[in-house]
């Protein structure tokens, strides 16, 4: 039997996320018409071996009950919340829960971010595991670019064995083009050295050499146990050349939809075409109004209740539920906000952040929300919950906060 973690943060976390996680917690933000880590449980579920799935944050209950539920009625495994009562970083919530984990005994378990977006490869991931008897972890690692790589945890293997001699968490300098993707097999051995890194975390915090430690629980995960546990012959990383991104910024989510659109779209192509002219891949929600004039995609969904007028042309966006987008406007590079309405002949308009298509493995450079004059960077435009954009205005690379009824058009702006 095997279990898997989901890591989903808390209310602290994906602050460059706002104002999207304003209303909805980054993990439960709908892409390509799924929550987030819904397709985290879905490669889960897709192992017969993998009985139960632990979600680890310090969400309110109440944040994420109608999830679970939803969850554990759409999929035959246990579904379980654990809420950290503090924040207890990406390792001291695991250590914490434990025994949860270890309960009836599994093989392994999964390990997973919450923020990660992936062709997830479980089953050879699990596989390679079991192939080396002594390994305790075993992370998913992909390439990057060099000056792409020290923005995330880098490793250095060992050949053939493809043990992890290695690994530095955001390096100051470059380390290694082999980078970690937040996406683990574990042994419960592993507890073992988690009790003893939690021992020192705690040795330090009580001593008072914790260094800003905000909590006697806090431990990080990558920090603390994966980089002691490099060159002990325990650790070892499978390189895959599969589709992996992260979500931390609007611009992201938008790049993830296009790919979850491409691996998951079960819609029926033709059905979509009678409703209107489609450019794959888009997803309709079934309760959607769509007028069959509007032309919509590629890289397009369209939540529950939304209402989309004649003439209407939308592409690279994401409409979030209940939104109304008027007759003849157009919204490209941009999320509309559940119950947000763009006025007729209005256009709300972004700019693309994918990885640059001319640097093999680039990554998504998540650029911070200004640059050094103080300027908003372009990036995709984010209409908040119930903003009402006019009719004949233009908002180009703006960011607007929630129900805030604008009057004229904006340019590179955000709107408080
Ligand atoms: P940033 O670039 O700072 O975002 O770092 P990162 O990409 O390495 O991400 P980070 O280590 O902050 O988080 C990795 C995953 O762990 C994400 O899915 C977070 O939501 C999750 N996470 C981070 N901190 C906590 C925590 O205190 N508790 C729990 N349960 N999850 C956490």
Same mark, same amino acid.
């Given at each position: ?20 996680? %304003? ?6 933000? &709908? ?9 985290? @449980?879905?490669? !889960?579920?897709?192992? &017969? ?8 944050? /310090? ?9 679970? /539920? ?30 949860? $984990? ?10 997973l971010n919450?923020?990660v !977006?992936a062709?997830f490869?479980?089953?050879?991931l ?6 080396? /008897? ?5 992370i998913m690692g992909t390439?990057a ?7 995330y945890g !880098? ?24 980078i970690n993707c937040g996406v683990y097999?574990?042994? %419960?051995?592993?507890?073992? @050295? ?21 909590? &006697? ?11 002691? =546990? ?7 990383a499978m390189q895959v050349?599969n589709?992996w991104s992260q ?6 989510? $938008? ?20 409703? !209107? ?8 929600? &079934? ?37 109304? @987008? ?26 693309? +952040? ?26 995709? /435009?984010? %209409? ?9 205005? $233009? =908002?180009?690379? +703006? ?15 955000? @709107?408080?």
């Amino acid at each position: 039997m095997l279990k898997a973690v989901i890591l989903i943060g808390g209310p602290q976390k994906g602050t460059r996320f706002r104002p999207l996680s %304003l209303d909805t917690p980054k993990p439960l933000f &709908p892409i390509a018409g799924k929550p987030l880590i819904q397709h985290h @449980i879905e490669a !889960c579920v897709k192992l &017969p071996e993998c009985r139960e799935i632990l979600i680890i944050g /310090s969400y309110t209950t109440t944040h994420m009950a109608q999830f679970v /539920s939803d969850m554990q009625k759409e999929y035959h495994v246990i579904i379980r919340y654990l809420q950290e009562f503090t924040p207890l970083g990406t390792g001291g919530g695991l250590y914490h829960f434990r025994d949860q $984990i270890r309960a009836g005994n599994p093989s392994a378990f999964f390990l997973l971010n919450g923020d990660v !977006c992936a062709d997830f490869p479980l089953k050879q991931l699990w596989y390679f595991h079991q192939e080396r /008897s002594n390994a305790l972890v075993t992370i998913m690692g992909t390439e990057a670019t060099r000056e792409q790589s020290v923005h995330y945890g !880098c490793l250095v293997l060992e050949e053939p064995s493809k043990s992890v001699t290695h690994y530095v968490e955001k390096p100051n300098s470059y380390v290694s083009t082999l980078i970690n993707c937040g996406v683990y097999v574990c042994s %419960l051995n592993v507890f073992h @050295i988690m009790a003893d890194a939690f021992q020192r975390k705690q040795d330090g915090f009580y001593s008072g050499n914790g260094q800003g430690t905000p909590h &006697p629980g806090y431990m990080s995960w990558e920090q603390d146990v994966l980089a002691p =546990l490099a060159g002990t012959k325990k650790m070892y990383a499978m390189q895959v050349t599969n589709w992996w991104s992260q979500v931390k910024t609007a611009g992201s989510a $938008i790049y993830a939809n296009r790919h979850y659109l491409m691996l998951s779209n079960k819609q029926d192509e033709d059905a979509k075409k009678d409703i !209107c002219h489609v450019f794959s891949e888009v997803f309709i929600h &079934p309760s959607a109004s769509v007028d069959p004039t509007a032309v919509i995609g590629p890289n397009v969904s369209i939540g529950a209740g939304v209402t989309i007028k004649a003439g209407v042309r939308i592409k690279e966006s994401i409409i979030l539920n209940n939104a109304t @987008i008027h007759e003849h406007s157009l919204v490209m590079y941009s999320v509309v906000g559940q119950e947000a309405s763009v006025g007729e002949w209005s256009r709300v308009e972004g700019t693309p +952040s994918d990885p640059d298509p001319n640097k093999p493995f680039a990554k998504m450079d998540n650029t911070p929300l200004f640059n050094t004059d103080g300027r908003l960077n372009p990036s995709v /435009s984010i %209409l908040g919950a119930g903003v009402v954009v006019p009719a004949e205005t $233009i =908002l180009l690379n +703006s960011i607007v906060l929630p129900h805030k009824h604008l009057t004229r058009s904006f340019k590179h702006e955000i @709107i408080l």
